[in-house]
């Protein structure tokens, strides 16, 4: 199966009091290029995160947003900051000494003041934690994985589409050729009989000219090649995995022969099926850019 690289997953477990909550979404990227969003206190995790997502990623810009709430009761600290306090009082001690102001501080007063008392979460326990994370990262990532190949198979589908129409063109290019030798044996013989009224034009002269113009618009190996690079596409489709790169690289030998044969072309029914094979290649290639 191929995949695409623009997918999401989204999963969330609450276990006990804790409840993990995991969401990745992607965009096609030439590399793996992973943001993970996560809380502060489990900056801890994110190698771990990273190394776990490179199991289901290879390719693509993925954002990871990861939240966690702790519910527990033990779950936050009072802490009592004494060197603040001491500044605090010392500071208003010297003020009312400085003013002549009566020194009114209470415990209850100076409780109140900033950073006093101050409110923090304890420490995750990180061998408890991590399972909970992993197993949401991973349900998470498997929804993401699956959207990814739904996808996928989606342009899979249009991309043997086109190249079925490409190889039409192709088709009626090979058909093509010969015609137009043969319009332009006619054209000649026709004008030469203008101008030399009754007198024939040799016939090896002629022939010389018509093997000239054939050797000029002959695109017989360009034609090959794109079979072959046609074939080889639908062959990498079939064979799924992570190939974009691949396919990309044969889009462009594509590119190089269709280029080929508008610059050879001197037909105008060539150079429509032409243009359209080139423009086809185009789409082709476009769609490839999603492709893991």
Same mark, same amino acid.
């Given at each position: 199966m191929i995949e695409s690289m623009t997918g999401f997953g989204r999963c969330e477990i609450l276990e006990g009091n804790r409840k993990v909550t995991v969401?990745?979404?992607?965009?096609?990227h030439r590399y793996l290029d992973m943001n993970i969003k996560l809380p502060k206190k489990l900056n801890v995790f994110e190698g771990a995160i990273r190394s776990l997502l490179k199991e289901y990623i290879e390719r693509g810009k993925v954002d990871v947003f990861l939240t966690y709430e702790d519910y527990t009761e033990d779950n936050f600290v009072l802490k009592y900051n004494e060197a603040v306090a001491y500044e605090y009082l010392t500071h208003l001690k010297h003020m009312a000494e400085q003013f002549g102001l009566e020194n009114d501080i209470k415990t209850s007063t100076l409780s109140r003041y900033p950073e006093v008392f101050t409110l923090e979460e304890q420490e995750v326990d990180e061998d408890t934690v991590w399972p909970l994370l992993e197993r949401t990262i991973r349900k998470a990532a498997e929804q993401f994985v699956e959207s990814r190949r739904k %996808?996928? %198979?989606h342009l899979k589908k249009d991309l043997?589409?086109?190249? *079925?129409t490409m190889l039409s063109y192709v088709n009626f290019i090979e058909e093509?050729?010969?015609e137009i030798v043969? *319009?332009?044996r006619e054209k000649l013989e026709a004008k030469v009989a203008e101008l030399l009224g009754d007198t024939t034009m040799e016939e090896g002269r002629i022939a010389t000219e018509v093997t000239i113009l054939s050797d000029k618009i002959c695109v017989d190996e360009e034609l090959v090649r794109l079979r072959s690079h046609i074939k080889s596409t639908k062959d990498v489709l079939e064979q799924g995995g992570c190939i974009g790169r691949k396919l990309d690289f044969i889009a462009q030998e594509m590119n190089r022969e269709a280029n080929t044969i508008l610059s050879k072309a001197n037909d105008l029914a060539v150079s429509d099926a032409g243009i359209n094979l080139k423009? *086809?290649?185009e789409k082709v290639r476009e769609q490839i850019q999603n492709i893991e």
């Amino acid at each position: 199966m191929i995949e695409s690289m623009t997918g999401f997953g989204r999963c969330e477990i609450l276990e006990g009091n804790r409840k993990v909550t995991v969401e990745l979404k992607s965009v096609n990227h030439r590399y793996l290029d992973m943001n993970i969003k996560l809380p502060k206190k489990l900056n801890v995790f994110e190698g771990a995160i990273r190394s776990l997502l490179k199991e289901y990623i290879e390719r693509g810009k993925v954002d990871v947003f990861l939240t966690y709430e702790d519910y527990t009761e033990d779950n936050f600290v009072l802490k009592y900051n004494e060197a603040v306090a001491y500044e605090y009082l010392t500071h208003l001690k010297h003020m009312a000494e400085q003013f002549g102001l009566e020194n009114d501080i209470k415990t209850s007063t100076l409780s109140r003041y900033p950073e006093v008392f101050t409110l923090e979460e304890q420490e995750v326990d990180e061998d408890t934690v991590w399972p909970l994370l992993e197993r949401t990262i991973r349900k998470a990532a498997e929804q993401f994985v699956e959207s990814r190949r739904k %996808e996928g %198979e989606h342009l899979k589908k249009d991309l043997l589409e086109k190249l *079925d129409t490409m190889l039409s063109y192709v088709n009626f290019i090979e058909e093509r050729s010969p015609e137009i030798v043969q *319009d332009y044996r006619e054209k000649l013989e026709a004008k030469v009989a203008e101008l030399l009224g009754d007198t024939t034009m040799e016939e090896g002269r002629i022939a010389t000219e018509v093997t000239i113009l054939s050797d000029k618009i002959c695109v017989d190996e360009e034609l090959v090649r794109l079979r072959s690079h046609i074939k080889s596409t639908k062959d990498v489709l079939e064979q799924g995995g992570c190939i974009g790169r691949k396919l990309d690289f044969i889009a462009q030998e594509m590119n190089r022969e269709a280029n080929t044969i508008l610059s050879k072309a001197n037909d105008l029914a060539v150079s429509d099926a032409g243009i359209n094979l080139k423009t *086809d290649i185009e789409k082709v290639r476009e769609q490839i850019q999603n492709i893991e």
